[in-house]
């Protein structure tokens, strides 16, 4: 029986890529989604925007290491995503595991990206949007794909 070690990605986009790769196949607890990566949402740009079935607005924020910057990045998607989470490699991920009361308190959530797939090891909690119109575009987005073949 050979152990399986978590993949090491050399880069963010690797990550994402792979992230990515799991959710187009709906087998992870986001189910099936429809996504998006580097939504431009004026003060920034989230690594993948998400909606689920039930039209729920799931903010990723990935890094490799750098926990509390995503972390900081995720709390301000909070204002018009409905769930917002951090995604790091599983090394890095079980290290934030560490702070969970901080990621509690803002009801961010924690992914880590494995060998076989995405665990949440934090779940996100819904939040009310602050910024409705921002709520209300990413909706657009996700509601008019000729829109985004253009863009």
Not at 16 to 34: D, H, I, N
Not at 88 to 113: K, N, S
Not at 128 to 148: C, G, N, Q, S, T
Request: charged residues 30%; contains cysteine; proline residues 3%.
């Amino acid at each position: 029986m050979s152990i399986q070690h978590p993949p090491a990605f050399e880069t963010e986009a690797l990550l994402v890529e792979e992230f990515v790769s799991c959710l187009e196949t709906g087998r992870t607890t986001f189910g099936r989604v429809q996504l998006t990566t580097e939504w431009n949402h004026r003060s920034g740009f989230v690594d993948v925007l998400a909606r689920d079935a039930r039209g729920r607005l799931i903010a990723f924020e990935a890094k490799l290491t750098d926990w509390r910057r995503a972390y900081h990045q995720a709390y301000r998607n909070t204002a018009y995503a409905d769930r917002a989470y951090i995604l790091l490699p599983d090394g890095a991920a079980r290290r934030a595991l560490r702070h969970r009361t901080e990621f509690e308190m803002r009801g961010i959530g924690l992914c880590a990206m494995q060998a076989d797939g995405v665990e949440v090891l934090i779940e996100a909690t819904d939040q009310d949007a602050l910024v409705k119109w921002l709520r209300a575009k990413a909706h657009d987005y996700f509601d008019a794909p000729d829109e985004r073949a253009g863009r």
